[in-house]
């Protein structure tokens, strides 16, 4: 029989062995978030802003509790977004917003505080959302809804 004694030693060593992978784990994610930041400032710095948005959107995704690296990502991409929007690149600004809401929404918990800023995010999409540029007419001759069949389905024998 096992005393209590050597039961405890046990789980012991298997907490410690537990928190080592942890902190391994956190720390990877810590130099992935780091070095995928330090990438979207290089390509920001050299005018390549479709793989700074990649780089800021990695550096969210790789999320780890107290990350500065996701918090100035997070407000990078927020300010590229607003930027494109006050130059008039709605469709720049719309994937900008897109890309920062599916990053923040991969890495969201329900208790975040960036919930807010979800709402925010959403209400801009839906603002710069391109309308169709093509209505059909419901005058026209041979519209759908005067009952003629533009396309009718063959009849088999």
């Given at each position: ?58 550096a969210i995704r ?48 329900g208790l975040s505080a960036n919930r ?42």
């Open positions: 029989m096992v005393d209590l004694r050597t039961l405890l030693l046990r789980a012991g060593i298997g907490a410690a062995i537990f928190g080592i992978f942890f902190l391994i784990l956190a720390a990877g994610f810590r130099v992935k978030a780091g070095r995928a930041l330090a990438d979207a400032r290089a390509a920001e710095a050299r005018g390549d802003t479709d793989a700074a948005v990649a780089g800021y959107d990695l790789h999320h780890y509790p107290f990350s500065g690296a996701g918090r100035e990502a997070r407000d990078r991409l927020l300010a590229m977004a607003e930027e494109y929007e006050k130059r008039g690149q709605p469709d720049a600004a719309r994937q900008t917003y897109q890309t920062l809401l599916s990053a923040l929404c991969a890495v969201e918990s807010a800023l979800i709402e925010r995010l959403e209400a801009k999409v839906a603002a710069l959302l391109p309308l169709p540029s093509h209505r059909p007419d419901p005058t026209a001759p041979g519209n759908p809804a005067d009952g003629l069949i533009q396309n009718p389905t063959p009849q088999l024998p």
